[in-house]
């Protein structure tokens, strides 16, 4: 079956300009997971989303950083105003029984701030 | 505070030797405790978990873990490694706070090298 799907799998863009990021989950996963990886460095929790539940967005880095998740499948991580640290791959999850800890993931989108 | 520690950066084995990878945890009650692998250029893939029962878990690939509740530890081995094992291996815990529980800790990760 299908697996979380994440796009684009490379995005390169201007210092100061707004990056989307898009997850696909696996179907009927009620919890989706954003993560941020630096190079060499482990992953960065950044926000949770459970079914209709008000997100856990306790993991963004600054006010630049919002996602939204629509209808409970695809969401969105939005960066506005790019800065070169925020250069890392971003990784998506989902999980069908969230407490279970099992998450599925997908490849990733690796995002270069010029 | 709920921690999880990969003391190794790297480990490098022979293909065809027993390979260990170690994580300890630090949490309160009883710990739900994964693996997770990292292939180059691939997303982590699900290896194994404990949450109940036998201490000796075995998951995909071969693997197993052992757990160890007095010295908090949650060690990945494998008796023989393969060159296609070489990846980066995250060990993660679920957060026991209260409201948190469907968060993962991850520790930072452990570079496995296989040479031939």
């Known amino acids: 079956g299908a697996g979380v799907s994440q796009s684009p799998s490379n995005k390169v863009t201007e210092k100061g300009k707004d990056v989307e990021l898009r997850c696909d989950p696996i179907s009927g996963h009620t919890a989706l997971y954003w993560y941020r990886q630096s190079l060499g460095q482990g992953l960065e929790f950044l926000i949770y989303?459970?079914?209709?539940?008000?997100?856990?967005k306790s993991g963004l880095p600054s006010d630049r950083f919002s996602a939204e998740r629509t209808g409970g499948s695809v969401s969105t991580l939005t960066i506005q105003r790019t800065q070169q640290e925020d250069s890392a791959v971003y990784l998506c999850?989902?999980?069908?029984?969230?407490?279970?800890?099992?998450?599925?993931f997908g490849p990733g989108t690796r995002l270069t701030v010029l | 505070a709920q921690s999880v520690a990969q003391p190794e950066d790297q480990v490098n084995v022979a293909e065809g030797n027993p390979l260990t990878v170690k994580c300890t945890y630090s949490?309160?009650?009883?710990?739900?405790l994964f693996w997770y692998v990292q292939y180059p250029n691939r997303g982590l893939q699900f290896l194994l978990k404990y949450i109940t029962g036998d201490n000796l878990v075995k998951g995909s690939y071969g693997f197993e873990a052992e757990f160890n509740k007095s010295q908090t530890s949650f060690h990945l081995k494998k008796p023989s490694a393969l060159v296609s094992d070489s990846a980066l291996y995250f060990c993660a815990v679920r957060d026991m706070e209260a409201g948190n529980n469907r968060k993962l800790i991850w520790g930072l990760g452990t570079s496995l090298a296989v040479n031939p």
């Open positions: 999850a989902s999980s069908p029984h969230p407490t279970s800890g099992e998450q599925f």
């Open positions: 989303f459970q079914g209709n539940s008000a997100p856990d």
């Open positions: 949490v309160s009650g009883n710990p739900y």
